[in-house]
């Protein structure tokens, strides 16, 4: 069964911490990227990733950093955290765009609580 | 730039009704995929559905059935005799043809909450 792991499900930090996010993907897809998700916003693309060490920002990015060292592993990195960082986080991965099958795969998600 | 739009934030049905989400779209592109997916309880995003703009063709699974229609930029979901474990947040997204060497991104919806009463 393919997957898009992430690393918890649940974490609570507080405000000001560095805060790594990890993903894991066992598709070999080239492409991975991070969403968040809040009531009434759907998910909003923070950074994502076309290639090991490569990354593109995407609509929301401030406040965040990635990290893609291995092709399966993406990292999303909350320099200093803040309340305003409470979300759900979605991790996602998905193959070329020019592959025939073009729909991305999500992981569980991670519910993080920055206090 | 890409934009999906779900009006309906929830919707409230009792088993056995059939229930129609709505999703219009906006793009520029001419080359663009649709898309549906379904978030359960559990939090996990699972696809329902891709579409790409060259293909009109209603598609029916079971009790899913979609509707594309490129002169109204809608891609509409009906559920056929709803069941409980239907209840879910339902995505639609758009994503459009890449710049070279980069990645499809998906433009997401705000979803729709589902709920299927007993």
């Known amino acids: 069964d393919v997957k898009v792991t992430q690393s918890s499900r649940y974490l609570v930090k507080r405000t000001g911490e560095k805060v790594f996010l990890e993903c894991v993907q066992d598709m070999d897809h080239e492409n991975m990227f991070w969403y968040r998700q809040d009531p009434g916003l759907g998910l909003r693309l923070i950074y994502f990733s076309y290639d090991v060490k490569m990354k593109e920002k995407g609509d929301i990015p401030e406040g965040y950093s990635v990290s893609r060292e291995k092709k399966e592993r993406f990292s999303l990195i909350l320099e200093s955290a803040s309340t305003n960082q409470t979300s759900m986080y979605l991790c996602?991965?998905?193959?070329?765009?020019?592959?025939?099958?073009?729909?991305?795969?999500f992981g569980q998600g991670t519910r993080l609580t920055v206090v | 730039a890409q934009k999906v739009t779900q009006a309906q934030t929830e919707i409230s049905v009792v088993e056995k009704e059939d229930v129609t989400l709505d999703c219009v779209y906006e793009t520029r592109d001419t080359t663009y995929y649709l898309f549906w997916y379904k978030q359960p309880p559990s939090g996990e995003l699972v696809f329902l559905i891709r579409?790409?703009?060259?293909?009109?063709q209603n598609e029916i699974s079971g009790r899913y059935s979609w509707n594309f229609q490129k002169s109204t930029s809608s891609f509409n979901f009906t559920i056929t005799a709803s069941q409980v474990v239907d209840s879910a947040v339902y995505f639609c997204a758009l994503s459009e043809a890449p710049s070279t060497g980069s990645a499809r991104q998906l433009t997401f919806g705000s979803g729709t909450q589902l709920t299927v009463l007993p």
């Open positions: 579409r790409n703009s060259f293909d009109e």
């Open positions: 996602a991965s998905s193959p070329h765009p020019g592959s025939m099958n073009t729909e991305a795969v």
